[in-house]
């Protein structure tokens, strides 16, 4: 299969929206940009389409797809029991970064939701695949477009790495603005519990729901989480990776000592810029300001497809806090590094 590039980065040519509409009204693959990383589209109300996601993506069939709506009101088709509250809150956060998990109506097929009685719903912010979604006449079930186990895409280049002639067509709506998945919130229970932490953080979203929980099952090994997706192997490149959390002098002092101690293998560190000049190395990423993350969420998964570029065979990370944005800039962290975390 050839995959074709469709390309709106200036969002122009909606003759080719067209084009692209008619290969999922036909059940094929068409990979979307959204705000967070690249999803891997499919008609959600089709299960063969869905089918062949997972099978694209290496998928294990038992994690559950995300629906991609460009209208609110496609919420009462999908979904049954959403408190009016909740839905005056969704009013306001979307289109956004924002998954919510919401009792699935009957014509959702189980390809979607992994047999589960609840499914996945966002919308995104951005405007070309909003309009796209609006054409197509139907959910689209979206995963992130990167083979299972890779980090997840964020720039066409990155969808093509993995999925070239696997999927029929990508759009290219340029780079992903945040780089990392949306917020992942149950909306099932009494009250509002995050899965899997995003760009909007707990203490973002209290400002609409008053309390929100953290799944525990996120960060004890000896839960299970609720989100399917948790417990993968993820965000992994080729290389190892190391990540170490400390003040300025100790992480300067241990990323120094395993310069010196691993001569014979390629190192590549992705660090802040404050720690300029501080090594004698190549392979460098500086991932901005380590005051304001959001740079850093924005080229983490890219910067990982970098290092293997690069034929790096170990990427040493320098950590953060797990508070605020953080805690998710450390969820995608722990897993690429398969939870090989150091405090220095
Ligand atoms: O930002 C994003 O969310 C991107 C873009 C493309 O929208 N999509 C994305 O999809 O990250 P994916 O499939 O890589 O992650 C979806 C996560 C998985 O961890 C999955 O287990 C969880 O959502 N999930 C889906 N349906 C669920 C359900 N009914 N209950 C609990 N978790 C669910
Ligand atoms: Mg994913």
Redesign the pocket.
């Known amino acids: 299969m050839k995959t074709k590039i469709f390309d709106f980065r200036n969002n122009q040519n909606y003759e080719n929206l067209r084009e692209a509409t008619e290969i999922i009204k036909n059940g094929g693959l068409v990979a979307i940009p ?1 705000e ?4 891997l589209g499919g008609d959600g109300l089709n299960g063969e389409s869905c089918r062949k996601i997972f099978e694209a993506k290496n998928r294990p069939m038992d ?4 629906l ?1 709506i460009s209208d609110i009101s496609e919420l009462k088709r999908l979904t049954r029991d959403v408190k009016d509250s909740d839905l005056e809150i969704l009013n306001k956060l979307w289109p956004g ?1 924002l ?1 919510v ?1 919401l009792k699935k109506s009957k014509i959702i097929p189980n390809e979607v ?1 992994a047999g ?1 009685d ?3 719903i ?1 919308m ?1 912010n951005k405007e070309i695949t909003r309009e796209f979604i609006k054409l197509c006449e139907t959910p689209i079930a ?3 477009a990167n083979l299972s186990t890779k980090p ?1 895409p964020t720039s066409t280049k990155s969808v093509l790495e993995d999925m070239d002639g696997r999927i029929d067509a990508v759009i290219d709506g340029g780079d992903c603005e945040i780089g990392i ?2 917020t ?1 919130l ?1 909306l099932t229970e009494e009250y509002p519990k995050i ?2 932490p995003g760009y909007y953080t707990k203490e973002k979203l209290e400002k609409f729901w008053k309390i929100v929980y953290i799944d525990e099952g996120l960060n004890n090994i000896n839960l299970t989480p ?5 417990k993968y192997k993820h965000y992994a490149p080729n290389a190892e990776v190391q990540v170490l959390i400390g003040d300025d002098e100790n992480f300067r002092k241990a990323v120094k000592k395993i310069l010196s101690k691993n001569q014979d293998k390629k190192i590549g560190l992705m660090i802040f810029e404050n720690d300029k000049g501080k090594f004698e190395n190549e392979n460098i990423i500086y991932m901005g300001n380590q005051n304001d993350l959001s740079y850093m969420g924005k080229i983490l998964f890219d910067s990982l497809r970098k290092m293997d570029e690069n034929s790096v065979e170990l990427v040493v990370i320098r950590g953060v806090e797990e508070k605020g944005y953080g805690l998710s800039i450390m969820n995608r962290l722990k897993k690429s590094a398969s939870q090989n975390v150091r405090r220095v």
């Open positions: 959204t967070t990383v690249y999803g994690n559950p797809l995300i991609h970064p998954t998990i939701t589960l609840t499914v996945a966002r995104p979206a995963p992130s997840s998945e949306s992942v149950d899965l899997r609720k989100s399917p997706g948790q």
